[in-house]
């Protein structure tokens, strides 16, 4: 098999990958195993690798601005309730909707579908880590660019941009291991929405799915890195904090605290209670990378 050409390349292994992946279920038409879902995780992997490095950037910019919306609804809706966090919750979910029926690149939903082919070693490790570094960047640069036109154009009121500072000092001032452990739990439920996306057969199923997950992250106190790198970035720019100490204290723990969720309670676990079943067989030996290109790459 050929890992990569210049532009990331995948394709044999893409076409043997969505080759055995199913559209319905074999016992049941509307609904499927452990095994078919792994199939289309790989299949839909495969896909993501092999996008350009310029789209899949866009991509991920387009959801750290969608995930913006997160941030403005729930400031706007806790200001207006008074600061009832059940009140201001509801509306929190909404940028991951757009993100995710989109089909937008976030950083926290890349702990599955590549980590999968890592797993397989249809890809390198260092090809995951370009991977999860360009979409990441992406998710910040959206950020910031949300983040300053809250802060700057005056789009919320002075009463809801104080909410919004203290919602992210909240954050901020919360212990380094406690902000990592509920961001562990972020991550693992960010995994598994798309490990259960695979899983849906129609949109209506995703959108309730996407709702009801995202809406535990604020009711749970729990933090995702996209938000909190949007609130950060908020607080940098209305002077409240320094870009050193809101990277360090809270953007830092949350990114590490939810990529350890997502890869080892979902992404692992999952692999493994397919691989019990001999599912590896799907993805013929033939295409898997040596061991020392599998880790250092080309």
């Given amino acids: 098999m050929t890992e990569a050409t210049g532009d ?4 044999e292994s893409r076409d ?3 080759s055995v992946a199913p559209s319905t279920g074999a016992a049941v038409p509307d609904r499927f195993s452990s095994e078919e879902i792994f199939s289309r995780v790989i299949a839909a992997a495969e896909d993501e690798i092999n996008t350009r490095a310029r789209r899949l950037f866009f991509s991920a910019l387009a959801a750290g601005l969608a995930i913006t919306l997160t941030v403005l609804l729930y400031t706007t809706v806790t200001h207006a309730s008074g600061g009832a966090p059940l009140v201001g919750a509801i509306l929190y979910p909404v940028g991951f909707i757009y993100v995710i029926i989109g089909n937008y690149q976030l950083y926290t939903e890349n702990t599955l579908p590549p980590v999968t082919l ?6 390198s490790i260092p090809s995951l880590l370009r991977n999860w570094g360009l979409v990441l960047t992406g998710n910040v640069v959206g950020g910031a660019i949300g983040a300053a036109t809250l802060a700057f154009t005056g789009i919320l009121s002075l009463g809801a941009a104080a909410t919004a500072s203290d919602i992210a000092l909240t954050g901020v001032a919360t212990p380094w291991w406690s902000l990592f452990f509920k961001a562990i739990i972020a991550g693992f ?5 798309v490990w259960l996306e695979y899983a849906a057969r129609d949109t209506i199923s995703r959108l309730v799915l996407v709702y009801m997950a995202f809406l535990s992250i604020p009711l749970g106190g729990l933090y995702h890195i996209v938000v909190a790198a949007t609130e950060v970035l908020f607080l940098v720019f209305v002077g409240d904090i320094g870009i050193w100490v809101g990277a360090s204290e809270f953007a830092l723990p949350v990114l590490l605290g939810n990529t350890a969720g997502g890869v080892v309670l979902v992404t692992v676990v999952n692999y493994f209670q397919v691989e019990a079943r001999d599912y590896h067989t799907h993805v013929h030996e033939h295409l898997r990378l040596p061991l020392r290109e599998w880790i250092f790459g080309r």
């Avoid at 990331?8 to 394709?11: A, H, L, M």
């Avoid at 890592?118 to 890809?123: A, F, T």
């Avoid at 439920?189 to 929405?193: D, E, K, N, R, S």
């Fill in 189 to 193: 439920i960010v995994a598994g929405v």
């Fill in 16 to 18: 043997e990958a969505q």
């Fill in 118 to 123: 890592v797993l397989e070693r249809i890809i």
């Fill in 8 to 11: 990331g390349e995948v394709s």
